[in-house]
């Protein structure tokens, strides 16, 4: 037998094995492809907010309008404080109901009214005779029985 040696069975034995594949590599996420998609998610984000911005602040336009006129706005003057942009009063006013911030009432002649509650002014009492006064100073009498 020639050739059988040990060195030679050793070798054969021991075969040096493959070397193991790299995993394969994802053709479309690479470095640069995964900051583009961080940036364009960064603007969609900015774009968003900059957007619940804008609709915020016609909501404190028309709650400004409504501190004013103490509760109570018509629809005219609703659309004074929206800036007459006739498209969003229906958005900013449901909205504002749906968070129960105001409610929508019809007036007399059929028109919408919209009441909001915390602008409402204080209502006072008579000690007395139970009746509603005046929103004048306190030092005045009650008009219906004339008590302090």
Sequence with gaps: MQGFRPEAVALVLKKPSPEPQPPPR??????????????????VGSAYYQHQQYWLSREQCILSAARRQ???????????ALEYKHKEVSRVTTSLCDKGI???????????????????????????CDQERSHAPPDLTCPCC???
Aim: charged fraction near 15%.
């Design 26 to 43: 994802s053709t479309w996420l690479t470095w640069e492809n995964g900051l583009k998609l961080v940036a364009i998610g960064a603007k």
């Design 102 to 128: 105001c409610r929508q009432l019809r007036s007399r002649q059929g028109q919408p009214l919209y009441l909001f509650d915390a602008f409402l002014p204080p209502v006072r009492f008579c000690q007395y």
């Design 146 to 148: 004339g008590a302090p």
């Design 70 to 80: 103490h509760g109570w706005l018509t629809e005219a003057q609703v659309l004074e």
